[in-house]
Each structure stands twice: as structure tokens, then as C-alpha cells.
């Protein structure tokens, strides 16, 4: 079977995003209410198929009045504006966090996997697809009607369950590599400062 993604093996199918997730977008939260403690997840703190950086926050009160937009462990964060395309999986450190505006949560029903739907994202061709349907030239944008439509190749369960593990695994390796480069720099850039006064 031809999809996005080219000829898919026997067994898989292919189905629009909308199909198989819940889409939402994230609501516009006025600068002035940002101080608090519930975090607030942004377009910039996605990347690499994970939640980075350190995130704003919003009282107690303005999250109680945001719930439809917290978030669950196995969400899967994608950035509508800016540079859309870039996502991120949701997990059970994140429970309960808020997200804004620039975002969109995809939250999968029965049908596909997290972890599988998360590096699926992250296939050339979909990049490619984002850029075919993302419209606006000073500001990079898709809407959650369109993303809705992305074809998204479906492999059987288990088979979701495999591909998610493998790519989760090396997904952590490179968390540990980067903890320990930005480790080291902070180090060596510490040393630095005390060897040159002869310490």
C-alpha cells in the first residue's frame, strides 16, 4: 500500500491524524498572569521529540480556569506557529501542566501508540508535508483542521509498541549525552576561571 511515507508492509494501514487523536489548540494566555505555579509549556520549549528549557508558570487560580488544556502522560505536544512540525511526547513529569498557545495536544485514542505517533512526527517526509501545508510567510503556521489530515502510516500494535521502544532508548542515550556535554562545558568554563588565577 503507497502512503505518505512510501509502500507500507502488509498489515499496515493508512488513516488521517484526526481519526486517531484528539486534537485541541492552546489557548492565548495574557503575558500579566504568567508568575505562579503550574508550568506552561511553549513552542519554545520543544525539541528533539522531547519538553526542554525551563517553562513560565500561572497561578493556581488562572490553571484551575484552564483545565481543558493540562496535560496527560502519552500527549503528544505539536507546534502549530513559528516552526511548525517540531513535537514532543508528554510524560508523567509533565502530568497536570498547561499548554499554550502555539501548540497543539494530540491525544491518541486506541488505534495508535504515543511513543510510535511521537517518532512518526519526526519522519522526512512528514517534515516535508508540514512544509507543503503550512501557510503564512512572516509567521510560519498550520491550523489543527489541516494537521488533522496528515496521513499517518499505522503499523499493527505490537509492532507500534517495538519501533516506539528502539527509537524511545536511543531517544534517552542522547538526553544522557547531552547532560553530560553541558556538564562538562559548565566544568571546564568553572576551571577555567580558577586556573587562571593560579588555583
Not at 499496515?12 to 506552561?40: H, K, M, N, Y
Request: glycine letters at 14%; aromatic letters at 6%; charged letters at 20%.
Amino acid at each position: 500500500m503507497r502512503s505518505l511515507i512510501g509502500e507500507l508492509p502488509e498489515g499496515w494501514r493508512q488513516a488521517p491524524l484526526g481519526s486517531l487523536c484528539e486534537l485541541v489548540t492552546g489557548p492565548g494566555i495574557p503575558a500579566q498572569v504568567f508568575g505562579g505555579d503550574v508550568p506552561v509549556v511553549k513552542p519554545r520549549n520543544i525539541g528533539d521529540g522531547r519538553l526542554i528549557g525551563s517553562v513560565d508558570r500561572v497561578p493556581t487560580d488562572v490553571a484551575a480556569d484552564l483545565f481543558r488544556y493540562r496535560l496527560a502522560a502519552g500527549d503528544v505536544l505539536c507546534v502549530r506557529t513559528g516552526n511548525p512540525g517540531r513535537h514532543a511526547l508528554v510524560t508523567t513529569e509533565h502530568e497536570e501542566w498547561l499548554f499554550g498557545t502555539g501548540l497543539i495536544r494530540l491525544r491518541p485514542g486506541g488505534e495508535v501508540l504515543s511513543p510510535y505517533l511521537n517518532h512518526y512526527l519526526g519522519h522526512p517526509l512528514v517534515g516535508n508535508w508540514f512544509e507543503r501545508n503550512t501557510t503564512g510567510s512572516a509567521v510560519p503556521s498550520i491550523s489543527g483542521r489541516a494537521l488533522g489530515a496528515l496521513p499517518v502510516a499505522v503499523p499493527p500494535i505490537d509492532v507500534q509498541a517495538a519501533i516506539g521502544g528502539v527509537l524511545e532508548a536511543l531517544n534517552e542515550k542522547i538526553a544522557v549525552h547531552d547532560l553530560i556535554s553541558q556538564t562538562t562545558a559548565e566544568l571546564r568554563d568553572a576551571l577555567l576561571v580558577r586556573l587562571l588565577k593560579g588555583g
